[in-house]
């Protein structure tokens, strides 16, 4: 019989032969890609307090929101009051995606210095999702990350569809190692791959990874962005990390899917990562506990359980 107390994860130091890193970094994504899936706004003043919250919690980089036009994403439409009146941490970045210049200009305003932006490894979902053609949308994102890195400011680019699409079925790797290049070519110091439908699998993982590593990307500027759709989330992250991934994006409470994607669930929950994480021996700088009543709250307000099995045992 296991002699484990209840609610705490058992840590094993991690062997050196499986290739883990000593720590990794949480790319708190709810409050922009968890909150923009919710069928109704969430209040201003909540979207604060979680945003806040989960700064408190120790995540290191809690993306904000996005500066996308209201007809979009009118789940964001008050981003630009959000940002007016967001107190900023010490030590915490608060990323703002931003899909053209016009919203690089809105996120300048507001004083951002970390700037994400999105493209599509397919050309049917960077149709759908920014009604450009393949090959236009790195033409209209080029000056945005040119602008962004000449103001001093940090750029992440996120590439969806990285897996599999719903239109156009499973992704060659090559197809987005090119994608991927084209973006780190234009500036971006990170590159996110975006499981957006959730139906990667660790060996699908483990050939991408492989595919940018054979193109001669280095690991270390890769991220990683999970769905659960098949439940697969976990173990795609673990995969990633013996791969060499320092960067792991993931949502509190599960939060999200994709507005532009139907067949996309929720984001890998923070607190799922954060239990795994505990129980390898791998440092984040979280807090679970406060995590866990952070998104204990937030299902509160949006009325419904949380989709973090974490959160269900820990605070049911």
């Avoid at 791959?193 to 054979?214: Q, Y």
């Amino acid at each position: 019989m296991s002699t484990r107390t209840p609610g705490l994860p058992q840590t094993v130091p991690a062997p050196e032969d499986e290739g883990l890193p000593p720590r990794v970094t949480i790319w708190e994504v709810g409050p922009r890609d968890g909150l923009q899936n919710e069928s109704r706004p969430v209040d201003l003043a909540v979207k604060r307090e979680f945003l806040d919250r989960l700064a408190s919690a120790g995540l290191p980089v809690v993306e904000a929101t996005s500066l996308v036009h209201p007809k979009w994403v009118p789940q964001l439409a008050d981003a630009e009051e959000l940002l007016a009146g967001l107190t900023r941490r010490p030590g915490v970045r608060y990323p703002v995606l931003v899909p053209n210049e016009r919203g690089l200009d809105r996120a300048l305003r507001a004083g951002v210095e970390d700037i994400a932006v999105f493209a599509s490894a397919t050309e049917t979902f960077a149709r759908r999702n920014l009604n450009r053609s393949f090959d236009e949308q790195f033409a209209m994102l080029e000056p945005v990350v040119a602008r962004a890195v000449a103001e001093g400011a940090r750029v992440r680019g996120y590439l969806s569809m990285c897996f599999g699409d719903p239109w156009e079925g499973a992704v060659p790797p090559d197809r987005v190692v090119a994608s991927g290049t084209r973006l780190a070519e234009m500036g971006v110091e990170q590159l996110s791959l975006g499981d957006t439908i959730g139906v990667a699998t660790p060996g699908h993982v483990l050939a991408v990874l492989s595919a940018f590593e054979r193109a001669g990307t280095p690991v270390e500027t890769l991220a990683v962005h999970f769905h659960d759709t098949y439940g697969q989330a976990l173990s795609n992250t673990l995969t990633a990390l013996r791969a060499g991934v320092r960067t792991v994006d993931s949502s509190a409470g599960g939060l999200g899917g994709c507005p532009f994607a139907g067949s996309a669930t929720g984001n890998l929950a923070t607190e799922d990562l954060v239990w795994m994480l505990d129980g390898l021996g791998v440092r984040h700088g979280v807090d679970l506990a406060a995590l866990v009543e952070t998104s204990r709250w937030m299902a509160e307000r949006l009325g419904r359980p949380s989709a973090s099995r974490v959160v269900a045992a820990l605070a049911p």
